[in-house]
């Protein structure tokens, strides 16, 4: 079936630290995997993705890896900044359909 | 270009009742899509609508509906409302409905059940 986890639940980091963000999926022919960011009173909104293809994107402090074996990817941001906290969400696409399986969530604090 | 619009933002309504909320697609988009999303939950697909036809659908009882509109914007019904309607209704477009689409959402109507 369509399973997808995410971890942490929360996660708090010093400004200008690292933070990790992993998502497990169980769908191994899933070929699209994007992150999300939603702010308090905002809709979701798509920060980076990667295909099946790719095995690391990165866009300015943003990076996606993905492992197709081990059937995760994970989200990096580096040089984190107060205008990065927000909930982040996970949400491959699994093969044969056209919706996007969100995970439940990861709360990202940045302490100033 | 103007994004994704959804009316109202906020709705107050009774358990029984129906509801209809509206979607207008980001400029040059013809599918939309409607996600539940519940408190401290991430959101659930209800389903997708592409050239004014339902392509696809999620685990959402009968009760829900939609249409799309020759200009691309959206709209989603439910009828005999319970109280875990009580959610964040996204409605999100994309430039076409094929796996891997980017999806670009509103945001969102908050509707509380009483």
């Known amino acids: 079936g369509e399973n997808v986890e995410q971890h942490p639940s929360t996660l708090s980091v010093q400004e200008g630290d690292s933070a990790v963000i992993k998502c497990t999926y169980s769908d191994s022919a899933s070929n699209y995997f994007p992150w999300y960011k939603q702010e308090l009173g905002k809709g979701p909104q798509l920060i980076i993705d990667?295909?099946?293809?790719?095995g690391e994107k990165k866009d300015q402090r943003i990076a996606v890896t993905l492992n197709k074996t081990a059937k995760h990817f994970s989200l990096h941001i580096t040089e984190t900044q107060p205008e990065d906290s927000a909930v982040y969400f996970c949400a491959p696409v699994f093969s044969g359909t056209y919706k996007y399986i969100f995970g439940t969530g990861t709360r990202l604090k940045v302490l100033a | 270009e103007t994004g994704v619009t959804q009316s109202p933002t906020h709705l107050i309504k009774t358990r029984g009742q129906q509801v209809t909320l509206r979607c207008s697609s980001q400029s040059g988009h013809n599918t939309v899509s409607w996600y539940q999303q519940a408190l401290g939950q991430g959101p659930q697909f209800i389903f997708q609508?592409?050239?004014?036809?339902?392509?696809g659908r999620g685990n959402f009882p009968p009760r829900f509906s939609g249409l799309q509109f020759p200009n691309y914007s959206s709209e989603l019904n439910v009828n005999a409302l319970e109280l875990d309607d009580s959610a964040l209704y996204l409605c999100?477009?994309?430039?076409?409905?094929?796996?891997?689409?980017?999806?670009?959402f509103g945001s969102g109507t908050q509707l509380s059940v009483l």
């Open positions: 999100a477009s994309s430039l076409g409905q094929g796996t891997g689409e980017k999806l670009f």
């Open positions: 990667i295909r099946s293809n790719v």
């Open positions: 609508y592409y050239r004014e036809e339902e392509n």
